[in-house]
């Protein structure tokens, strides 16, 4: 049984697996990560590498690269201890292992540093991470109709992200929105997103600031009667985020999405009843 457990769980994570592998973004970063563990093990390439092992076997590991990828795996441990979804799991590992296979390749050769740098670059400008793009209730506004639309009914509470495409913080959050939209989305409790990269003129009516050192991407508002009532992260004096995990129990519990849901749909039960009596006062007019 202790055999068979690990076996099913990789049959059962094979087709997203599968999916990963078929993206562009991941299978490069893939390949990127495991250059210098390619060309150190994979002859003739490594045999006319230099070697710093006693027995002069220039196809295994020096003590120095075994030394540089145990650091490696402690940083990743590190980092992954805050991770939430399984693409900020595997983000890290990539971006670590593209440092590592840095360091190393310089360490071999100049010449081999700089080209594997320059490979990194032309990936980071032409490939980018895949965008979220399953199931969602979510309505996207530009910085024309957020307004309006926070406004339109003073009935309905709003809960707007307001992310960047290029944020991997805001790419992680995606799927963990989209799962609440589907589970709380109703007539009096509604979701929106707005994208601020595209949208800039929306971050500064909404004092969020764009900057990956802030840290403030994504930010989460709770809107009632067109006002913000709350929002995450909070901003300290100095502009920075206050440290805040975007996950699913942490939005329910600080949004109080629970109450919310709960008053939204005796409000949507009111206006269906409402609706129903009028008709039926209609009715009876018309007859």
């Avoid at 795996?73 to 693409?87: D, F, G």
């Avoid at 913080?169 to 994208?195: M, R, T, W």
């Avoid at 129990?249 to 949507?268: H, P």
Wanted: a positive charge; one cysteine or more.
């Amino acid at each position: 049984m202790a055999v068979l457990a690990p076996i099913l769980a990789v049959l059962y994570a094979a087709p997203g697996l599968l999916r990963w592998v078929s993206q562009p973004y991941y299978l490069l970063s893939a390949i990127l990560s495991g250059c210098f563990l390619l060309v150190r093990k994979v002859s003739p390439i490594c045999q006319a590498l230099p070697t710093q092992r006693e027995d002069g076997n220039p196809c295994d590991f020096d003590w120095r690269e075994v030394e540089i990828l145990m650091f490696l795996s402690a940083i990743v441990m590190m980092k992954n201890r805050r991770s939430i979804t399984i693409e900020q799991h595997v983000g890290n590992i990539f971006m670590f292992s593209k440092v590592a296979n840095t360091i190393l390749f310089f360490r071999l050769d100049l010449r081999m540093g700089l080209l594997y740098i320059t490979l990194c670059l032309v990936f980071l400008m032409t490939c980018k991470p895949p965008l979220y793009m399953g199931p969602e209730h979510i309505k996207y506004f530009s910085d024309k109709t957020i307004e309006e639309e926070m406004q339109s009914d003073n009935r309905v509470s709003w809960i707007v992200e307001f992310f960047a495409n290029w944020s991997s913080e805001c790419q992680s959050f995606a799927p963990i929105y989209a799962e609440l939209s589907l589970k709380y989305n109703c007539a009096g409790l509604k979701f929106g997103k707005v994208d601020i990269g595209r949208y800039p003129e929306v971050s500064s009516r909404y004092s969020i600031s764009p900057s990956p050192l802030s840290k403030q991407l994504p930010t989460l508002m709770l809107f009632q009667g067109g006002r913000e009532i709350m929002r995450r992260p909070q901003v300290d004096k100095k502009g920075r985020a206050v440290s805040w995990s975007f996950t699913q129990e942490n939005v329910i519990r600080e949004f109080n999405l629970n109450e919310l849901y709960q008053k939204a749909k005796k409000i949507q039960k009111h206006q269906e009843e409402t609706l129903n009596e009028n008709e039926c006062n209609q009715s009876k007019k018309n007859l």
